[in-house]
């Protein structure tokens, strides 16, 4: 089955990419022989049912969240067209910079959020100073978990009131009001001792552990190098 997936989607795309894997050691065999090769990735998870959130915070964490709030920054859940396409704007200026993420046009973010309302499928939340909004984040929700996929907000422009905090405040708090166990931040990166955005997450109080990550390239001689290189 794998090897059928990855010949029909090899012809269109230049890196398949398989994550979040609860195993690390599920389909070792099958990625091996259809030459996928595999790296090292964390991930950080918070825990949601035993202590409220805040009481996992760091204490400068915890300051800035009260002060952002005390200065008028306030958080929300999207509700409409006009803010929706707001969000979509800023985020997508401030995600210009990562090459290798891909950020999804708007239209996927009202799909997401309205297409199936009886079933909450993801979120988008705001952070919002005098109407305008200044950032935000987008959650998905399965089962149990939370899962953070994007966040990000106008950190320079607005630095007192710690917008790219509040994006990530606000789903962790939303998850916990309405009983998920866990929030998984998605990418938390490779595995160096220094990572700012995993320092970043960290200080909302999660913890991180080890998985991997399985890639195959198109390019034959580059997967070859790739595979001897990680193997």
Same mark, same amino acid.
């Given at each position: 089955?794998?090897?059928? *997936? ?14 979040n894997l ?21 991930? /950080?998870?918070?825990? *949601? ?18 002060? @952002? ?29 990562? /090459? ?23 979120? /988008? ?14 959650? +998905? ?6 899962? !953070? ?7 320079? %422009? ?6 790219? =905090? ?6 962790? %708090?939303? @998850?916990?009001?309405?009983?998920? %166990? ?7 990166? +490779? ?9 970043? =997450? ?6 991180q552990s080890? %998985? ?12 070859? !190098? +790739? ?5």
């Amino acid at each position: 089955m794998l090897e059928h *997936l990855t010949n029909e989607v090899s012809r269109k795309s230049f890196l398949i990419e398989f994550r979040n894997l609860e195993n690390p050691l599920f389909g070792y065999k099958a990625f091996r022989k259809n030459n996928y090769f595999a790296i090292n990735w964390l991930r /950080v998870r918070n825990s *949601l049912h035993s202590k409220a959130p805040y009481e996992r915070l760091s204490m400068s964490r915890r300051r800035q969240i009260n002060k @952002a709030l005390r200065n008028g920054a306030i958080m929300e859940v999207a509700d409409n067209e006009k803010d929706i396409h707001d969000f979509s704007r800023m985020l997508k200026k401030a995600y210009s910079s990562q /090459v290798r993420k891909h950020f999804p046009d708007i239209d996927f973010f009202r799909l997401l959020a309205w297409q199936n309302p009886e079933k909450e499928l993801a979120k /988008v939340f705001l952070v919002k100073y005098k109407d305008k909004i200044i950032g935000g984040s987008i959650c +998905l929700f399965s089962k149990e978990s939370a899962y !953070l996929w994007f966040s990000g907000g106008m950190r320079k %422009t607005y630095a007192y009131l710690y917008p790219g =905090i509040l994006a990530v405040w606000a789903p962790v %708090t939303y @998850a916990h009001e309405k009983g998920y %166990t866990h929030l998984e931040f998605m990418d938390a990166g +490779l595995p160096f001792k220094k990572h700012g955005y995993r320092d970043f =997450i960290l200080r909302f109080g999660g913890k991180q552990s080890s %998985t991997r990550r399985w890639f195959r390239f198109s390019w034959e001689w580059l997967n070859t !190098l +790739l595979c001897k290189f990680y193997i």
